[in-house]
T-cell receptor, first 114, second 114 residues
Framework: GENVEQHPSTLSVQEGDSAVIKCTYS??????FPWYKQELGKRPQLIID?????GEKKDQRIAVTLNKTAKHFSLHITETQPEDSAVYFC?????????????FGQGTTLQVKP | GAGVSQSPSNKVTEKGKDVELRCDPI?????LYWYRQSLGQGLEFLIY????????KSGLPSDRFSAERTGGSVSTLTIQRTQQEDSAVYLC????????????FGDGTRLSIL
């Protein structure tokens, strides 16, 4: 079945620096890749998503890149701020089923030090 | 426009008891998903409903787990004869359609089995 690997598991950066989180997926049929931010005790919040017909998408300080050949995608956060501290999850839709079933990575705990 | 609503927010019960968790999706959303998040882990897909189609139950971990969706709106996840390993946060999400549409999560139900 589909598997999504996410690295690193923890990431600590200084305020103002950039942060990069990487994910790989196994199902070449996957065609939708969302990223969620989850603060402690809160619901996961969708922050950006990308479809397989594009290679990059940007929204202010957040960008996602997708390499379909290598089956990996990455989240880039620039000019990090303390409020960016949270757990970030990547996910890939199970492409062959067309149900929208998401397979999640294990999460990255991002700490932004002021 | 209210978001996805889940109840109860917390549930503590004794091993062996049955529990029911409720999810009220965003109005007009036809797709509804249940996920489970164990402590410090990613989200695990459980079940998916889309309109009047047969649900995708491929993620349910055992026959003690079942779910229904009445009238295409509210969904109930039932766990019979609860075990300690069922302790987790149960998250519900909805989207306007299946496949490539963003999924929006509720706050979850934190289930603790004593």
């Amino acid at each position: 079945g589909e598997n999504v690997e996410q690295h690193p598991s923890t990431l600590s950066v200084q305020e103002g620096d950039s942060a990069v989180i990487k994910c790989t997926y196994s199902d070449s049929a996957s065609n939708y890749f969302p990223w969620y931010k989850q603060e402690l005790g809160k619901r996961p919040q969708l922050i950006i998503d990308i479809r397989s017909n594009v290679g990059e998408k940007k929204d202010q300080r957040i960008a996602v890149t997708l390499n379909k050949t290598a089956k990996h995608f990455s989240l880039h956060i620039t000019e990090t701020q303390p409020e960016d501290s949270a757990v970030y999850f990547c996910a890939a839709v199970h492409g062959s089923s067309n149900t929208g079933k998401l397979i999640f990575g294990q999460g990255t705990t991002l700490q932004v030090k002021p | 426009g209210a978001g996805v609503s889940q109840s109860p927010s917390n549930k503590v019960t004794e091993k062996g008891k049955d529990v029911e968790l409720r999810c009220d999706p965003i109005s007009g959303h036809t797709a509804l998903y249940w996920y489970r998040q164990s402590l410090g882990q990613g989200l695990e897909f459980l079940i998916y409903f889309q309109g009047n189609s047969a649900p995708d139950k491929s993620g349910l971990p055992s026959d003690r787990f079942s779910a229904e969706r009445t009238g295409g709106s509210v969904s109930t996840l039932t766990i019979q004869r609860t075990q300690q390993e069922d302790s987790a946060v149960y998250l519900c999400a909805s989207s306007s359609d299946r496949g490539l549409k963003p999924q929006h999560f509720g706050d979850g139900t934190r289930l603790s089995i004593l």
